[in-house]
């Protein structure tokens, strides 16, 4: 078995206290939640904190209410599992209920939360391997070289964004609050991202995701969640795909959103999904043609990079696929689009 | 290079065998068993179940230190140096050795030592073996892996077995007393009939090469060795390996100790597969570290190391040739095959044999020739995995068979009963045939299958696909020459009315103890609880060679029934004679002995063993099995000769989406001719783990190294076994042909039931969408290429779009 470095663990049992702690111990530090993404990494030496912050005890990010005006509010330390199968967000937002019942397997989805897989690490082959392996790669530029190898002497780190809920999030308008040592600040979802697999996120050392609050939505809000993966279970996506439809009482769609996630850095919206799908009938022949093309707008967008395992250009072939079942199973209530 | 014209099979008698090694296929007491025949649990299910089972790394001895291997960063490097002192200087660290410290090389075929314990002046792939350190605990000997110093003089690498053939100045192995050997690890090629004249006579010619990617193992239990040398220099070592017999050979050659005074102790295993059929560099670095320090030592590799140790499935590059004439008989195979041997020998001797020796039933044709070549390439060492050698060409070939069986408008299954070779025969290359149940599994595959009334006529895109196979039960290639016996077996009786058996058979999770005991219980007449099964322990256990060539039950199982045989004789014999009736009105049957005429004459088999013991003095006997003098009148020709042979048939049942290349697995239907079914649930759990394992690597699994000659992705993670969710119904149907000379009939079911459930997907995904799928791994990505080379479904949108759309 792969050893895993020997560090101290604090155990806070506020918010402030776990900041208080970041703020102390500075860059050594790191906060660890479920821990399923992180103690692999640190057992694969790509990250070395001396100490943990473990959110576990923390009572305030298990917060999980719908409020009466429809928002839903989701501490970052809530399990995945208990979002999956939470009756009042497969209702109010069916993809992030769809994607949370998605991400690995049904031990991971019990220890791993909400917070943990909208803030993990980006992902690729060159990079998610032990440390005698990157040695003898002669590491990579995420983490102790100098060269990227997804593309042979590339210089800038294009690893992917694997987590699955944030696309359904940024379909669902979700802001994040976050506290650190100035106090709590809000951001939309979309604004988190940088379009770098090193650091993909726009946060201070000091910062832990205390809790999603997504927006609520009309009566006609229709959502799903298309998972690639190669098996029916424990693997991170080869490719995601969020869908959101806002569908008028005489049936036409009113909004339309698509992002993407496991292509690149960051999740990535298709530019064009809402144009081609507001106006249109949600079911029938001009639906079907209006999906087709948010289908081909979604492909000329999409360039997958053979950086996470898989065959990228089939990942490629692959993004008009999923995003044209996502949308029917969004529109159709029949999501999500998984292979088992 | 063994080419020489076999002229077709021998006309011989009947091999007259001993008699200790055959024992008929009835029951022996009466007509009906008690035991064998029945679903009862192993002997360590629920062990198991409860964690209570102790597997090598829950040994836990006083002082034991920790042992790590330091491994290559480099494919093919020479080593210049090395310098330990830093890390010998280490606090904790307790001894560092290298290759010098072992310098003697081994192989677990005699013929082929090419293998250090520690590599001594070159590294041949990344993860190769350098230097041990033994330390306090695991992160003292990591911290110490780090402080030596290797001086490498890194050499160009082959990754490709065609590249390694072209340029043999870079030479993995270097053999100056045979300077034209370049890469190659071994050649055979063997011709029986004239095949040309055949293909010539034929009325269709097919012509196709097919593809093998390599696979591996990926047993749950990673390999551990512990070793502790006492006070009067016996060593012991406890080790996760299927071999015990051929391990304790090479640690008195290695270590030059003798045997004597050597132990080798196999604990609960977690899976093997073929995947610790080999010695292993642990094993020597924690017995050396053992003797060198004085405590015990203990090393557990990490699932990366699992990869890199391999010993897998071999990438083969396949081309067949074969003739058929219009009324369906085959007239001749042609085939020539590379094989990717990574970077060390291991098994491959015999591999090279298997890939050719092994196709010749139970579809029999009269004309034959391979040519195969195993090369050397800097990747980590292939080896024998369930199904050894004859996996990747019968892929091949029964593929073949349903594109030849197309071409004379047969149905496959037709087509196959049409050629089959049929039972007390031998095969084109001269092996003996005995039982052969292939046409009952075809009747129950298509039956179950509902083939006749399904097959071409499903739904586009849904399927059904057949192929069949035939394999070994062990074989009379004995690895090394000797006349003793290939399997004995010791069994304790007693008044406590507890049978012990002792067996150096290897359970490995295939059940090899459970079947010990229902033998013993079934001869014995005991209750199967009260039988109980010493194994795979060299000081206690007479000697088995290993679980490897699906040998165990056919030769453990037989061995079994000698020595229990004995003292049954004994006990019917004390029994009779105290009741003054003759011995075979003696019935003893779970736990009781009675007379058959007076049934009011019946005590327990305790009371009965008591008689025994006290006529007959303390009781025990031996048994012993010995293969028949089997296989071709040529060299190699006992490479694949086996005293039994198992046979299958599958249909998959597939369905295909052509948007998505993805193939889902519906249904596998396994129809396997093991013999007689000793044990109904173990055989089918072989079956349906076979059957699992075979379509794991045919859609999923993916042994790739990379363009750094790294592993691709060494876990769990990135190696994709499938999970449940994955799997397909998996249907066991079981045939029994009992066989003349197996115990009680029983022919082997571990490895036969892999091979066809790749053909079969293949065969299944062409009555789905009529594209040949030739190439292995079916990945989606792969697959989806393949139709859209042949133009099914979509088309790729590069293709659709006008040029400068994309970018």
């Not at chain 2, 679903?39 to 829950?58: C, F, S, W």
């Not at chain 2, 093997?272 to 642990?282: E, I, M, N, R, V």
Request: charged content about 25%; hydrophobic content about 40%; overall charge neutral.
């Amino acid at each position: 078995m792969l050893r895993l470095p020997k560090t101290r663990v604090a155990k806070p049992t506020t918010v402030a206290q776990a900041v208080a702690l970041l703020v102390e111990h500075g860059e050594v530090a790191m906060p660890i939640a479920g821990g399923t993404d992180l103690l692999p990494n640190m057992k694969h030496g790509l990250f070395e904190p001396e100490v943990l912050v473990a959110l576990g005890g923390i009572k305030e990010l298990q917060r999980f209410e719908l409020q009466t005006d429809g928002t839903l509010i989701l501490g970052a330390g809530v399990s995945l599992d208990r979002i999956a199968a939470d009756e009042r967000v497969q209702r109010t937002a069916p993809a992030l209920a769809q994607a949370a019942g998605l991400v690995a397997g049904p031990q991971l989805r019990r220890m791993g939360t909400l917070g943990g897989n909208v803030m993990l690490d980006t992902r690729c082959q060159w990079y998610n391997q032990t440390h005698f392996w990157r040695q003898a790669l002669g590491y990579c530029l995420k983490k102790d070289g100098t060269v990227c190898h997804v593309v042979a002497g590339g210089k800038k780190c294009v690893a992917a964004a694997s987590n699955d809920t944030a696309p359904t999030l940024m379909t669902l308008q979700a802001t994040l609050v976050f506290e650190g040592r100035s106090g709590r600040r809000e951001v939309a979802i979309d604004d988190l991202w940088h379009t770098d697999g090193i650091h993909n996120k726009k946060l201070g050392t000091d910062e832990i995701l205390v809790e999603v609050r997504v927006p609520p939505r009309a009566t006609g809000h229709r959502g799903a969640y298309g998972k690639l993966r190669e098996r029916g279970s424990i693997d991170y996506p080869m490719l995601g795909v969020a869908a959101r439809l806002d569908v008028g009482r005489d049936g036409a769609v009113e909004g339309a959103d698509l992002v993407l996630v496991a292509l690149q850095a960051r999740p990535v919206r298709v530019r064009r999904a809402a144009e081609l799908l507001i106006g249109v009938p949600s079911s029938g022949d001009n639906f079907a043609e209006a999906v087709a093309a948010v289908a081909e707008a979604a492909y000329a967008q999409a360039h997958p990079m053979p950086n996470i395992p898989g065959d990228h250009e089939w990942r490629r072939e692959m993004v008009p696929v999923y995003v044209a079942r996502t949308l029917h199973a969004a529109a159709t209530g029949t999501g999500p689009v998984h292979h088992v | 290079m063994d080419a020489r014209l076999f002229e077709g099979p021998r006309e011989r008698g009947i091999t007259l065998m001993a008699a200790r090694d055959q024992h008929g296929v009835g029951a022996p007491f009466g007509d009906r068993f008690q035991v064998v025949g029945r679903a009862e649990r192993k002997v360590d299910g629920l062990a198991k179940a409860t964690g209570q089972a102790v597997y090598t790394d829950d040994i836990q001895l006083p002082g034991m230190l920790h042992a790590k291997i330091l491994r290559s960063p480099h494919a093919h490097a020479r080593i210049r140096s090395i310098d330990t002192s830093k890390a010998l200087a280490l606090p904790g660290v307790h001894a560092v050795i290298t290759g010098r410290d072992m310098p003697i090389k081994y192989g677990v075929i005699p013929w082929t030592p090419d293998e250090n314990a520690l590599a001594l002046e070159k590294v041949r792939f990344i993860g190769d073996e350098v230097a041990a350190v033994a330390a306090l605990d695991e992160d003292t000997a990591n911290a110490a892996l780090r402080l030596i110093e290797v001086d490498y003089e890194v050499l160009p690498a082959h990754f490709d077995p065609k590249d390694a053939l072209a340029k043999p100045e870079v030479q993995i192995h270097e053999t100056p007393e045979k300077p034209d050997r370049g890469n190659v690890s071994k050649h055979v090629r063997l011709e029986f009939g004239d095949v040309d004249q055949a293909l010539e006579d034929a009325d269709v010619v097919l012509e196709g090469h097919y593809r093998f990617h390599g696979s591996t193992h990926a047993p749950i239990e990673p390999h551990c060795a512990v070793a502790q040398v006492s006070p009067d220099g016996v060593l012991t070592l406890w080790s996760a390996t299927q071999i015990t017999h051929y391990v304790h050979r090479a640690l008195a050659r290695v270590l030059e100790l003798k045997e004597s005074r050597i132990r080798v102790i196999q604990p609960c295993l977690g899976g093997a597969f073929g995947g610790k059929s080999d010695p292993f560099a642990l094993e020597f670095a924690v017995a050396k570290l053992a003797m060198v320090t004085g405590r015990p030592v203990k090393m557990l590799w990490t699932r990366e190391e699992v990869f890199y140790a391999h010993r897998g499935r071999h990438p083969m590059q396949l081309h067949y040739r074969s003739g058929i004439r219009r009324d369906g008989k085959l007239t001749g195979v042609d085939a020539k095959i590379l094989i990717d041997g990574g970077s060390y020998s291991s098994f491959g001797l015999v591999t090279t044999y298997y890939s050719g020796q092994l196709l010749t039933g139970p579809v029999h044709f009269p004309t034959y020739r391979f040519d195969s070549t195993r090369v050397f390439t800097n990747k980590p060492p292939c080896g024998p995995k369930r199904g050894h050698g004859s996996v990747q060409p019968r892929f091949a070939f029964e593929v073949q068979l349903d594109e030849l069986a197309e071409a004379v408008a047969l149905d496959p299954i037709e087509l196959r009963r049409r050629n089959w070779q049929g039972e007390h025969t031998h095969t084109v290359n001269g092996q003996r045939i005995t039982s052969n149940g292939f046409l009952g599994c075809l009747d129950e595959v298509e039956r179950a299958s509902g083939w006749r009334e399904r097959r071409g006529k499903l739904p586009f895109g849904r399927g059904l696909g057949v192929a069949g196979s035939m394999y070994i039960s062990g074989t009379n290639y004995a690895i090394y020459p000797n006349d003793m016996p290939q399997a004995g077996i010791q069994i304790k009786l007693d008044r406590s009315g507890l049978a012990t058996v002792f067996t150096g058979g290897n359970d490995i999770g295939q059940g090899s103890n459970s079947v010990c005991r229902a033998i013993v219980a079934e001869e014995l007449g005991l209750d199967p609880d009260d039988v109980r099964v010493v194994a795979a322990d060299t000081d206690l256990c007479p000697v088995d060679l290993g679980a490897y060539s699906s040998r165990v039950t056919f030769m453990v199982g037989n061995a079994t029934i000698d020595a229990a045989r004995k003292l049954r004789r004994l006990v019917t014999g004390a029994v009779a004679k105290k009741w003054s009736v003759p011995e075979n009105r003696i019935f003893m049957g779970r736990g009781e002995v009675f007379d058959l005429e007076d049934r009011s004459r019946a005590i327990t088999s305790r009371e009965a063993i008591q008689i025994a013991e006290a006529l007959h003095d303390t009781l025990g006997a031996t048994g012993s099995y010995n293969t028949p003098k089997l296989g071709g009148d040529y060299r190699g020709g006992t490479i694949g000769a086996s005293p039994a042979y198992s046979f299958t048939a599958h249909v998959v049942e597939a369905e295909v989406d052509v948007e998505t290349g993805r193939i889902h697995l519906h249904n596998c239907w396994v129809a396997h001719d093991c013999g007689r079914a000793l044990n109904p649930m173990l055989v089918a759990g072989q079956m349906e783990g076979s059957a699992y394992m075979g379509l794991a690597e045919a859609v999923m699994e993916v042994h790739d190294i990379n363009r750094f000659g790294l592993h691709a992705g060494p876990s769990l993670l990135d190696y994709r076994i499938p999970t449940s969710v994955d799997t397909p119904e998996l249907h066991a149907l079981i045939v029994e042909s009992l066989d003349p000379e197996g115990p009680y009939g029983a022919k082997e079911a571990g490895e036969g039931p892999l091979h066809p459930a790749l053909p079969a997907i293949s065969n299944a995904v062409y009555d789905a969408v009529g594209v040949r799928l030739r190439e292995l791994p079916f990945t989606p990505a792969a697959v989806l290429r393949a139709l859209r080379a042949a133009g099914v479904g979509p088309k790729a949108r590069a293709a659709q779009q006008p040029e400068g759309a994309r970018r």
